[in-house]
Nanobody
Framework: QVQLVESGGGWVQTGGSLRLSCTAS????????MGWYRQAPGNQRELVAR???????NYADSVEGRFTISRDNAKRMVDLQMNSLKPEDTAVYYC?????????????????WGQGTQVTVSS
């Protein structure tokens, strides 16, 4: 099917920056929307940013102006540049890809998730 590999999480002080990357691989026919979600302890998973295959983006209000999502369709990658990080950005960040993939002789489309990468912002 489809595998997502994330990288780039870590620890940073308030005001710092991190860049997350996610690469999709497998029997992929096409990738549609790609995005990043996050989940802090005790909270539900929430959308951080999303980008369509035509480049349209949307962001959570809490990250608008600080985070930038981008994608490379040829490499099947989606990145999240996070600037001016705050302690409240601390969470596990998950890559999400809506992909059309080949299984046997049929095509299917569904959401896939990465394993998650920890982002910790220290005050």
């Amino acid at each position: 099917q489809v595998q997502l590999v994330e990288s780039g999480g870590g620890w940073v002080q308030t005001g710092g920056s991190l860049r997350l990357s996610c690469t999709a691989s497998g029997n992929i026919a096409s990738t549609n929307a790609m995005g990043w979600y996050r989940q802090a302890p005790g909270n539900q998973r929430e959308l951080v940013a999303r980008i369509t295959n035509s480049g349209l983006t949307n962001y959570a209000d809490s990250v608008e102006g600080r985070f930038t999502i981008s994608r490379d369709n040829a490499k099947r990658m989606v990145d999240l540049q996070m600037n001016s990080l705050k302690p409240e950005d601390t969470a596990v960040y998950y890559c999400n890809v809506l992909a059309t993939y080949l299984s046997g002789q049929n095509y299917y489309r569904r959401d896939f998730w990465g394993q998650g990468t920890q982002v910790t912002v220290s005050s």
